[in-house]
């Protein structure tokens, strides 16, 4: 195990390198000079000697290969650099808003699985009945549907028309006139409509995932003999089928991940939830490199440890499970 997981992070040391190079090259070929372009939005004045003071600062005057290294020997030290646009360090900016975008994903990840998990597990049961045909395909659609027309259309539904929930934002504006309790609730009502956003199509992709996994562990043998001998049918669903459909569910963990965090830059953007998501959508736009790559940085980060925490799980669900092909 301890072998595996060096060999996993000796790897994601490698994959992550690969991304960092590909981003930087990416972010810094596109049109447009940063500061010029900051100077712009903020109609400022600057003297050719104050702006070549600031692209030295952020080694915008060397070669791409000296700004990556200068870049990279931050990242080590987890020096991000500072960002072009507030002049703060990149680290606070990601911290303050990261609370926020963990919140509404995590929310969205549990919603999805509680309720999409049951719901495959319930159509593998009955599987070529009407109604779980007819389900497959409302789970098809709902996968099929962009996060961004679903966000507008439960604006438009149940902020606009219904006027129930808040349209954006994280709170109202009389939010720091309320007590705990009102504001709790004022927080969860301006969550709901991201959170149901993001959770839609994960809550399809984990009932389709157990639904297929579970019909191919009822179809084996062992299952056949527990219901020979007699055994409840939910217990032999429950104590002998799902354990054993686990690893196709766990191996969905490193999947969904990197959904969650890459939906979030639309999402966070169309709800104006205060979040990482928005951060990276506005620093794209502003042309913001250190806060750029930061966030690259770190969603890279993220997804190379989900997918090896889900390596790291299967043995769990079963134990002869050994990794490195070795028994």
Same mark, same amino acid.
């Given at each position: ?8 992070? =000796? ?15 990416? &972010? ?9 372009? @900051? ?34 020997? *931050? &990242?080590?030290?987890?020096? +991000? ?13 990601? =911290? ?19 309720? *999409? ?50 349209? +954006? ?67 032999? =669903? ?9 690893? $196709? ?40 490199? $250190? ?5 690259? &940085? ?15 799980? @299967?043995?769990?669900?079963? $134990? ?8």
């Amino acid at each position: 195990m301890v072998s595996y997981i060096v060999r996993r992070l =000796l790897y994601g040391v490698l994959t992550f390198l690969g991304i960092t190079i590909a981003v930087f090259v990416l &972010v810094h070929s596109v049109p447009g000079d940063p500061i010029a372009f @900051y100077i712009s939005q903020h109609m400022t004045h600057l003297s050719q000697p104050a702006l070549d003071a600031i692209r030295h600062e952020h080694h915008l005057d060397q070669p791409l290969l000296a700004q990556y290294l200068y870049w990279l020997r *931050g &990242v080590v030290t987890l020096d +991000f650099g500072t960002s072009i646009t507030d002049h703060r360090p990149v680290v606070t900016r990601v =911290l303050e808003k990261l609370p926020h975008t963990i919140e509404l994903n995590v929310t969205a990840f549990l919603l999805a699985a509680a309720i *999409g998990v049951p719901i495959g597990l319930w159509s593998a049961a009955r599987s070529g009945r009407p109604l779980e045909r007819a389900s497959a395909v409302l789970f098809f659609l709902l996968y099929s549907l962009p996060s961004f027309w679903v966000a507008l259309l439960l604006m438009e539904f149940f902020s606009v028309k219904l006027g129930i929930l808040p349209l +954006f934002g994280m709170q109202s504006d009389e939010y720091f006139d309320l007590n705990s309790a009102q504001k709790l609730l004022d927080h969860t009502r301006h969550a709901l409509l991201p959170v149901i956003t993001l959770a839609y199509a994960q809550l399809a992709i984990f009932a389709r995932f157990s639904k297929s996994a579970l019909t191919e562990v009822i179809r084996q043998d062992y299952i056949t003999t527990a219901r020979a001998k007699g055994v409840a049918p939910a217990r032999v =669903l429950w104590r002998h089928a799902f354990r054993n459909a686990l690893i $196709p569910l766990i191996t969905l963990l490193g999947l969904v991940i990197p959904y969650l965090i890459s939906g979030s830059v639309i999402v966070e953007d169309i709800f104006q939830w205060d979040g990482i998501g928005r951060l990276y959508f506005t620093s794209i736009l502003s042309r913001d490199y $250190p806060t750029v790559l930061g966030l690259t &940085v770190a969603t890279a980060v993220a997804t190379l440890l989900a997918s090896l925490v889900a390596d790291v799980l @299967y043995a769990f669900p079963d $134990p002869r499970i050994r990794f490195g092909g070795r028994e």
